[in-house]
């Protein structure tokens, strides 16, 4: 490694190269990245995709290489500015939140990555026309990047998979993409292809044909219908086969409320059935303006019907605010090709299917009425148990509940139905159900008092799996068993743990495997290549930093001072676990991931880089208490973990425009906090062991990228609270870390008193 030669050199110069290659590699990095045939999918019969994922990994992390060695540079030769420098590249990092969150709707992906490139070269300039020639080539290099966020060449859009619903769709014989739009929170596509057939579960015994229908492709991978209608309600009696129908034949619904509605099937539904008051709640701005706006004549006016009320908001938000109750509430299935349950989707959050929404749903029912969640059936059961398993938790919890005669369930040949009533399920209505099932063939899988015989006897599995089991989750007694014995995860998700899509156990895995079809993909999707990521991203950061750090090294540095280093990887660790961990508590509280990443990261970052430049006045006037610092950061993350759900739900109630500042006064005590400890190491890394100060630097950024992933993994086992908790226990450990560091070095008379 050339690190002195190139330390040493002329400073500027030297950071206006690297920002220069910095914007020239993102470019790089993307297009190649773009023309590499990797998928996910293929990973399980086609062993090339290892290959191809290393491939990635090196492309992706070539912009990054050339960041940490500006900044490490930066810290090398100015190490006495760390705090002024961790300040400004903190600050920069939360001011490129917000640009890329402005800069996405307008420009889509790539215009995010032009962006990103115009911004390093830019830097590139300012470091360069200060003290040295006219930077012409990179100039030029700018204004090339700026043609290309202008003109947005076609060669620059980002590959799909051929295997998501948008290229699926579009490869039918006279299908057609008609728009693309995208907003900072969702791509939209619509789509006319002979694909888009969307009736969940229609009954067999319906032998018209449905009205056409266009595509509603929700960022490239859940593809939804917008149903063509004229107002004439004839046009839809297809809608009375649909299992979602059953709640209008068990009684009369005044109020129906639909959330997620996507393309309107559930409120054409509920327009069949002369529903005098529909209320929908959609969280995606672009879905509405789409049906309301592009696709107003195709789709009968639906969103601009008076009787149907429209919000765009987040659901949960919606609810706290909310005042009205109605007879029926309904979560619309919202994709064509049915849920995939295992698959990337089990790493993703979901608090619309969590203990405390269903509580929230069922407080804004009338008596007597009906909360309804239609699934598809994907064998071997793991969504429709999870549901069930549930809805009887919740049900547990609230005084005064009769769980097993408030819930009925049924099934199609594809998807399952179930409601949950306000009250007890009358004969009458059980009587009702039965009718209902046998004049369009759906089978009943539940209802007080249902015995064997009447389950399973229109579209048969060979055992009755679902009557099975179902039986043993409406049984308290046997229901624990059945949850520990079953080979996937049926446990119940809340807030604190909003994995509705995580089934699997690992001390289950074999069986899956077995269960699954002795197939290896649904695992690669899912939850277990989070701990493959993590080993890559282990090993790959020892080999580049530890292996040189250790080996190569040793002739620079005393022993005590790498071992110093341990400091900034517990401190890695611990800033990365809050990260993630208020990123995802966040997504509840901001209505959106995407807003959710912005605010909180810029809002950290902020009040990190306030806190760092803050933390040089400690160090210079305590010297031997600086360690007092992550001490004291370590306590703050810990009240954070035991009051932070507390805090989130009271700021629910407040008006969504006024969360984000609100979510910013939040964090800012703990953002504060945190920036403190790694200038604070530089610092004292500086006394002792100045070469070391770029490793400081490395090992805190593996530690980060590592960090990320491990923290991952222990949301999806115990919860963000959990890692909350280990990042405070982190953080007290970086504190015990450098007051040994200290005493040490103040005993040999390095460290003033």
């Given at each position: 490694?050339?690190?002195?030669?190139?330390?040493?050199?002329?400073?500027?110069?030297?950071?206006?190269?690297?920002?220069?290659?910095?914007?020239?590699?993102?470019?790089?990095?993307?297009?190649?990245?773009?023309?590499?045939?990797?998928?996910?999918?293929c990973i399980s019969w086609d062993w090339h995709q290892i290959l191809w994922i290393g491939t990635y990994y090196l492309l992706i992390s070539l912009p990054f290489f050339f960041t940490g060695l500006t900044i490490s540079i930066a810290l090398f030769r100015l190490p006495d500015k760390v705090n002024f420098l961790y300040f400004s590249d903190l600050t920069g990092a939360a001011i490129g939140c917000w640009i890329i969150y402005t800069v996405l709707g307008p420009t889509d992906e790539p215009g995010s990555v032009l962006v990103s490139a115009v911004m390093g070269i830019f830097a590139s300039i300012l470091f360069g026309i200060r003290n040295y020639r006219f930077p012409c080539i990179h100039i030029l290099t700018l204004i090339c990047i700026i043609i290309l966020l202008l003109y947005?060449?076609?060669?620059?859009?980002?590959?799909?998979?051929?295997?998501?619903?948008?290229?699926?769709?579009?490869?039918?014989?006279?299908a057609q993409l008609v728009s693309t739009k995208s907003d900072p929170y969702s791509r939209i596509d619509v789509v006319d292809s002979p694909a888009v057939r969307f009736a969940p579960g229609?009954?067999?015994?319906?032998?018209?044909?449905?009205?056409?229908?266009?595509?509603?492709?929700?960022?490239g991978g859940q593809l939804n219908a917008v149903t063509n209608f004229n107002g004439d309600k004839n046009r839809l009696t297809f809608t009375s086969y649909l299992p979602a129908a059953l709640p209008y034949s068990l009684k009369s619904i005044d109020k129906f409320l639909c959330l997620e509605p996507r393309g309107g099937l559930d409120i054409l539904t509920a327009i069949y059935y002369d529903v005098k008051s529909i209320t929908a709640v959609c969280p995606y701005p672009l879905i509405i303006k789409t049906v309301r706006d592009e696709l107003r004549e195709f789709s009968g006016g639906l969103y601009l019907r008076k009787d149907v009320t429209l919000y765009c908001e987040g659901i949960r938000s919606f609810f706290q605010h909310d005042a009205k109750k109605y007879d029926l509430i309904q979560y619309s299935l919202t994709d064509v090709s049915g849920a995939v349950s295992t698959g990337i989707y089990g790493m993703s959050e979901n608090y619309i299917l969590t203990k405390e929404a269903i509580l929230a749903y069922y407080s804004h029912l009338n008596e007597g009425g009906f909360l309804l969640f239609n699934c598809y059936l994907l064998p071997p059961p793991r969504t429709e148990f999870r549901l069930i398993s549930l809805l009887l938790d919740t049900l547990e919890a609230i005084p005064g509940t009769s769980p097993s005669h408030q819930v009925i369930t049924i099934r199609s040949w594809g998807t399952m139905v179930t409601l949950l009533k306000k009250g007890p399920v009358t004969p009458d209505e059980c009587n009702r159900l039965k009718e209902f099932c046998q004049r369009r063939g759906f089978d009943l899988v539940y209802y007080p008092g249902i015995i064997l015989k009447e389950a399973n006897q229109f579209n048969q599995f060979p055992e009755p799996i679902y009557f099975q089991g179902v039986q043993k989750l409406i049984n308290p007694q046997v229901r624990k068993h059945f949850l520990v014995s079953y080979p996937f995860d049926l446990d119940p998700p809340s807030d604190d743990k909003p994995f509705f899509n995580q089934f699997f156990k690992i001390s289950h895995l074999y069986e899956a495997y077995k269960i699954l079809g002795r197939k290896w993909q649904p695992f690669f999707e899912g939850e277990y290549i989070v701990p493959i990521i993590f080993f890559q991203s282990l090993i790959l950061g020892t080999l580049f930093i530890l292996f040189p750090l250790f080996f190569l090294q040793k002739r620079k540095a005393k022993n005590r001072g790498k071992v110093f280093l341990f400091y900034f990887v517990w401190i890695g660790f611990g800033f990365m676990f809050v990260e993630i961990a208020l990123i995802q508590r966040f997504i509840l509280f901001l209505d959106h991931p995407v807003k959710s990443v912005t605010v909180i990261l810029s809002g950290l970052l902020v009040s990190a880089g306030i806190g760092s430049s803050?933390?040089?006045?400690?160090?210079?006037?305590?010297?031997r208490r600086g360690t007092i610092t992550p001490f004291f950061t370590g306590v703050v993350i810990l009240i954070y973990a035991f009051s932070l759900i507390l805090l989130l739900n009271l700021g629910l109630k407040i008006e969504p425009i006024f969360r984000t500042v609100s979510a910013f006064i939040i964090i800012f005590p703990l953002g504060f906090f945190m920036g403190m400890p790694f200038p604070l190491g530089i610092l004292v890394l500086n006394r002792n062991n100045p070469d070391l100060i770029p490793w400081a630097w490395g090992v805190n950024g593996c530690a980060s990228v590592v960090g990320a992933v491990l923290a991952v993994m222990i949301a999806l086992r115990g919860g963000f609270s959990t890692v909350l908790f280990i990042s405070s226990l982190l953080y007290l450990l970086a504190g015990l870390w450098m007051g040994l560091y200290n005493r040490i070095q103040s005993s040999e008379g390095m460290l003033p008193k």
């Amino acid at each position: 490694m050339s690190w002195p030669k190139m330390a040493h050199g002329p400073l500027c110069r030297l950071l206006s190269n690297l920002s220069l290659f910095f914007g020239i590699s993102c470019l790089f990095s993307y297009l190649t990245a773009n023309l590499i045939p990797f998928d996910l999918v293929c990973i399980s019969w086609d062993w090339h995709q290892i290959l191809w994922i290393g491939t990635y990994y090196l492309l992706i992390s070539l912009p990054f290489f050339f960041t940490g060695l500006t900044i490490s540079i930066a810290l090398f030769r100015l190490p006495d500015k760390v705090n002024f420098l961790y300040f400004s590249d903190l600050t920069g990092a939360a001011i490129g939140c917000w640009i890329i969150y402005t800069v996405l709707g307008p420009t889509d992906e790539p215009g995010s990555v032009l962006v990103s490139a115009v911004m390093g070269i830019f830097a590139s300039i300012l470091f360069g026309i200060r003290n040295y020639r006219f930077p012409c080539i990179h100039i030029l290099t700018l204004i090339c990047i700026i043609i290309l966020l202008l003109y947005s060449p076609e060669w620059l859009q980002i590959r799909i998979s051929p295997y998501k619903s948008l290229m699926s769709a579009l490869r039918y014989p006279g299908a057609q993409l008609v728009s693309t739009k995208s907003d900072p929170y969702s791509r939209i596509d619509v789509v006319d292809s002979p694909a888009v057939r969307f009736a969940p579960g229609l009954s067999l015994k319906f032998k018209q044909t449905i009205p056409s229908q266009i595509g509603l492709v929700l960022d490239g991978g859940q593809l939804n219908a917008v149903t063509n209608f004229n107002g004439d309600k004839n046009r839809l009696t297809f809608t009375s086969y649909l299992p979602a129908a059953l709640p209008y034949s068990l009684k009369s619904i005044d109020k129906f409320l639909c959330l997620e509605p996507r393309g309107g099937l559930d409120i054409l539904t509920a327009i069949y059935y002369d529903v005098k008051s529909i209320t929908a709640v959609c969280p995606y701005p672009l879905i509405i303006k789409t049906v309301r706006d592009e696709l107003r004549e195709f789709s009968g006016g639906l969103y601009l019907r008076k009787d149907v009320t429209l919000y765009c908001e987040g659901i949960r938000s919606f609810f706290q605010h909310d005042a009205k109750k109605y007879d029926l509430i309904q979560y619309s299935l919202t994709d064509v090709s049915g849920a995939v349950s295992t698959g990337i989707y089990g790493m993703s959050e979901n608090y619309i299917l969590t203990k405390e929404a269903i509580l929230a749903y069922y407080s804004h029912l009338n008596e007597g009425g009906f909360l309804l969640f239609n699934c598809y059936l994907l064998p071997p059961p793991r969504t429709e148990f999870r549901l069930i398993s549930l809805l009887l938790d919740t049900l547990e919890a609230i005084p005064g509940t009769s769980p097993s005669h408030q819930v009925i369930t049924i099934r199609s040949w594809g998807t399952m139905v179930t409601l949950l009533k306000k009250g007890p399920v009358t004969p009458d209505e059980c009587n009702r159900l039965k009718e209902f099932c046998q004049r369009r063939g759906f089978d009943l899988v539940y209802y007080p008092g249902i015995i064997l015989k009447e389950a399973n006897q229109f579209n048969q599995f060979p055992e009755p799996i679902y009557f099975q089991g179902v039986q043993k989750l409406i049984n308290p007694q046997v229901r624990k068993h059945f949850l520990v014995s079953y080979p996937f995860d049926l446990d119940p998700p809340s807030d604190d743990k909003p994995f509705f899509n995580q089934f699997f156990k690992i001390s289950h895995l074999y069986e899956a495997y077995k269960i699954l079809g002795r197939k290896w993909q649904p695992f690669f999707e899912g939850e277990y290549i989070v701990p493959i990521i993590f080993f890559q991203s282990l090993i790959l950061g020892t080999l580049f930093i530890l292996f040189p750090l250790f080996f190569l090294q040793k002739r620079k540095a005393k022993n005590r001072g790498k071992v110093f280093l341990f400091y900034f990887v517990w401190i890695g660790f611990g800033f990365m676990f809050v990260e993630i961990a208020l990123i995802q508590r966040f997504i509840l509280f901001l209505d959106h991931p995407v807003k959710s990443v912005t605010v909180i990261l810029s809002g950290l970052l902020v009040s990190a880089g306030i806190g760092s430049s803050l933390s040089s006045k400690i160090i210079n006037r305590f010297p031997r208490r600086g360690t007092i610092t992550p001490f004291f950061t370590g306590v703050v993350i810990l009240i954070y973990a035991f009051s932070l759900i507390l805090l989130l739900n009271l700021g629910l109630k407040i008006e969504p425009i006024f969360r984000t500042v609100s979510a910013f006064i939040i964090i800012f005590p703990l953002g504060f906090f945190m920036g403190m400890p790694f200038p604070l190491g530089i610092l004292v890394l500086n006394r002792n062991n100045p070469d070391l100060i770029p490793w400081a630097w490395g090992v805190n950024g593996c530690a980060s990228v590592v960090g990320a992933v491990l923290a991952v993994m222990i949301a999806l086992r115990g919860g963000f609270s959990t890692v909350l908790f280990i990042s405070s226990l982190l953080y007290l450990l970086a504190g015990l870390w450098m007051g040994l560091y200290n005493r040490i070095q103040s005993s040999e008379g390095m460290l003033p008193k």
